[in-house]
């Protein structure tokens, strides 16, 4: 049996679109492996969003070409998008096996393990090669990508939103993926009632920035996020919604008032970038710190001491220590639970590549680590809040194992032991309650230890 390897890098929405391409060549009878190691079609989906992911990027490549010279690498994504020239030079030698699908093009990855089965040959790099040559010219439809099994992840992913009108003075990703467009919420509605026919425990809303979804609904009214998300409660009956990142000045009345349904996690990440009001208007940002608490404090109103995380940019281009200094007093004033903090990096075609007030790439990265700093500390507070509480939770492994791991729903990673008080009923995405019982399980990477409530 034939067999493919996909190698993920960057956000939420890289890595459905890659389990809807694993899922398409498992249907065609491919095997989607966990290590590239035997694997007969290498898939890299590759991310542009800062230069590390990039040079990441050509990292894998590089090794994949040299550890697996016989298999096809494909490459993908907002870099492969940006960038097809470049990568297309990484492979040096006669017999091309690099092939080079741009992020518009994505899509087309999807009839490409039927391609190849209708060939019946097991020559896969002439069939990608004559594939490749016949490729649209542009996207037939960036809402293709709904895998019907997942082979990575035990949480389902929902795209429901791509692209960013946005254009930030920072970001190159919304050149990449092109302006915001929304899938329908009747199509929406349908892929929740598929999952949770299948005793699905939880959905991940996710996009590129969900903030500005915006489609006819039922009669034809348009919806907003809001909007969608009381649709989407009001249509369905069990199953859980998870929000990917949202914008601080998109937690208006109106999503508050939603997001405090019981079936949606209580876990928010807040897209902030940084506490400084100066900062904020040189990115191009659209809200203020003042915003920021605002939404906040409106997110805690109507959960019960939510997960609320940020992204943070350091050294961003006229970052005073001082201005810095606003960004730390309002991640300490916010008590967030987590800090995704990284430095700037200068992105071709951007608003902000040719600025002046450069920050070294020093000072930026010791930026990062006074924030990561943080990030732990506020991280260890808040597991600590929630021992000898119960929760719910997502199962992420079977029973064959001698802990079961979980994600609670406000984004603990649990271990819970494998017991028969335990165990039969968690398969992979089952919801289940537990109490969590220790906020350190000497396990890395795992918040707490938990037992399941009887």
Not at 41 to 65: D, G, H, P, Y
Request: charged fraction near 25%; proline fraction near 6%; charge should be positive.
């Amino acid at each position: 049996m034939p067999s493919l390897y996909v190698y993920t890098l960057g956000c939420k929405l890289n890595q459905l679109e890659s389990e809807a391409v694993a899922d398409a060549f498992r249907r065609e009878g491919f095997t989607p492996l966990p290590e590239p190691g035997g694997a007969d079609i290498l898939v890299v989906n590759t991310c542009t969003v800062t230069s590390k992911a990039e040079q990441k990027a050509r990292r894998v490549i590089r090794k994949l070409l040299r550890d697996h010279p016989r298999a096809p690498l494909v490459i993908t994504g907002c870099y492969a998008q940006m960038e097809r020239a470049a990568l297309e030079k990484l492979e040096t030698g006669e017999d091309r096996r690099l092939f080079v699908v741009p992020g518009d093009r994505k899509d087309a990855l999807l009839d490409l393990p039927r391609v190849l089965s209708r060939t019946g040959s097991a020559d896969f790099r002439s069939g990608i090669d004559a594939w490749t040559r016949s490729l649209p010219p542009s996207f037939s439809g960036p809402f293709r990508f709904v895998p019907d099994a997942f082979s990575f992840h035990s949480r389902s992913l929902v795209k429901i939103q791509d692209g960013c009108d946005s254009r930030c003075a920072y970001c190159r990703v919304s050149i990449a993926r092109g302006p915001s467009v929304s899938l329908e919420a009747d199509q929406i509605l349908k892929i929740l009632l598929s999952l949770e026919e299948k005793k699905t425990g939880e959905a991940v809303l996710t996009g590129v920035n969900i903030s500005q979804y915006r489609s006819p609904g039922p009669g034809g009214k348009m919806l907003s996020l809001a909007g969608l998300l009381e649709y989407l409660l009001a249509g369905t009956k069990t199953i859980r919604i998870r929000l990917s990142s949202l914008e601080p000045e998109g937690i208006d009345g109106d999503i508050v008032r939603v997001i405090g349904n019981r079936r949606i996690r209580p876990h928010f990440h807040l897209s902030v970038q940084s506490g400084s009001p100066e900062i904020l208007g040189k990115m191009g940002r659209r809200y203020g710190p003042g915003e920021i608490e605002e939404a906040v404090l409106r997110l805690r109103s109507v959960k019960d001491d939510p997960f609320l995380a940020c992204d943070i940019i350091t050294g961003f281009p006229g970052e005073t220590p001082a201005e810095f200094d606003k960004t730390v007093k309002l991640c300490e004033k916010l008590r967030f639970a987590w800090i995704h903090a990284f430095p700037f990096s200068r992105r071709p075609g951007t608003e902000a590549w040719s600025r002046g007030g450069r920050v070294s790439e020093r000072e930026a990265g010791g930026r990062v680590e006074i924030l990561a700093g943080m990030a732990r500390r506020q991280k260890q507070d808040y597991v600590k809040r929630w021992i000898n509480r119960d929760v719910e939770a997502v199962a992420e492994n079977g029973e064959n194992s001698r802990f079961i791991r979980a994600m609670s729903d406000n984004y603990l990673k649990l271990l819970l032991p494998a017991g028969d008080e335990n165990g039969k009923e968690n398969i992979p995405g089952a919801s289940f309650v537990c109490r969590i019982t220790g906020g350190s399980c000497g396990v890395p990477g795992f918040d707490g230890t938990a037992v399941r409530r009887l």
